[in-house]
């Protein structure tokens, strides 16, 4: 009974995790390669290992770690019956991004550099690059996401909204975890 109650929690933050990392790869590839050499992204080609590599860490990392989260903070901070109120959803967004966010970012932009560009000093490439992404996430992340939450009563709708949220977000993750990339947070 317990393992099916879990994996019906887990199957879809599973799949939609990897799903949009996938598409946030090739999003992300788009981007880089239009804006290196002008022209079409898809008439460059697309490197599809790249993409599978970037869906395996949606698969195998963010999945679990934002079930884990979620279900973590939903202890911490109790939302009571009925629907999420407004301080509940905000508190909730800036401690995500508080206690939660900087690991599995930084997991990310390490893994991208160890093992999706094979750089060397990957510990350190993501060391470089992280105040710029934790800024950038500060910036805005808790603010839609706890709006997301707090606004959206129905939960299918709010899960595609939380969503494409974090497929905006790691299509940044993994444009900015290209090395060379050059990347216009504001017109991003």
């Known amino acids: 009974m317990a393992s ?5 929690a887990l199957y879809p933050r599973t799949a939609l995790a990897t799903a949009t990392f996938f598409a946030a790869d090739i999003a992300s590839q788009a981007i880089v390669t239009s804006t290196e050499s002008g022209i079409d992204a898809l008439a460059t080609g697309w490197d599809p290992v790249r993409s599978i ?9 963010v999945s679990w770690y934002g079930f884990s989260s ?3 903070l939903t202890k911490i901070i109790p939302s009571g019956p009925g629907r999420i ?27 991208s550099a160890a093992l999706i560009h094979n750089d060397e000093n990957a510990f350190e490439t993501a060391k470089e690059q992280m105040p710029a ?3 950038t996430a500060w910036s ?27 497929c905006g977000w790691a299509t940044y ?15 991003f």
């Open 173 to 187: 993750l993994a444009t900015i975890a290209t090395p060379g990339a050059v990347v216009d947070v504001a017109g």
């Open 53 to 61: 590599k970037t869906a395996a860490f949606g698969l195998g990392i």
């Open 85 to 111: 109120g407004f301080a509940t959803a905000m508190l909730q967004a800036a401690a995500q991004q508080a206690l939660f966010a900087p690991p599995l970012t930084f997991s990310f932009l390490y893994t």
């Open 133 to 135: 992404v934790a800024s």
């Open 140 to 166: 805005f992340l808790p603010w839609v996401n706890g709006l997301a939450t707090w606004g959206i009563t129905s939960p299918v709708v709010r899960l595609l909204a939380l969503n494409g949220i974090a």
């Open 70 to 72: 979620s279900f973590i």
């Open 4 to 8: 099916r109650i879990l994996f019906q």
